[in-house]
């Protein structure tokens, strides 16, 4: 079965040696801009002010606020994301930024007091 070709990536070429060939200038911007994006660890959440003291944090999957824990709500990568979903909820939600652990957890430090009007 020599000479097919079945399988190969066109974006992995190998020379004749049997080496990959050097990335081009926008292969290599691509992947320098998706490590960039890996080890960002800015989250965005949807928060609204239930009182002064007690702030109410949005989890998507439930279509719930969950009152007083951060760690509840969910985190979005992607504030073009948070805005997506803020513009179907009431009009006192902000969308507030936090970051995450190495590990993926959510930094409570991080999270900013939710300020603004109580919502309705």
Do not use: W
Request: hydrophobic share 40%; with cysteine; aromatic share 4%.
């Amino acid at each position: 079965m020599r000479g097919r070709r079945a399988g190969r990536n066109p974006e992995l070429s190998r020379n004749r040696e049997g080496e990959f060939l050097p990335l081009t200038g926008a292969q290599s911007r691509e992947l320098a801009r998706r490590v960039r994006d890996l080890k960002d660890r800015r989250r965005f959440l949807l928060a609204a002010a239930l009182s002064a003291k007690h702030p109410l944090f949005y989890n998507v999957s439930d279509d719930t606020f969950v009152m007083d824990d951060a760690t509840g709500a969910t985190l979005f990568k992607r504030r073009s994301a948070a805005e997506a979903i803020r513009t179907h909820l009431s009009s006192g939600v902000q969308i507030l930024q936090c970051r995450v652990s190495r590990k993926g957890r959510l930094v409570i430090r991080s999270v900013p007091r939710v300020r603004g009007s109580v919502v309705p």
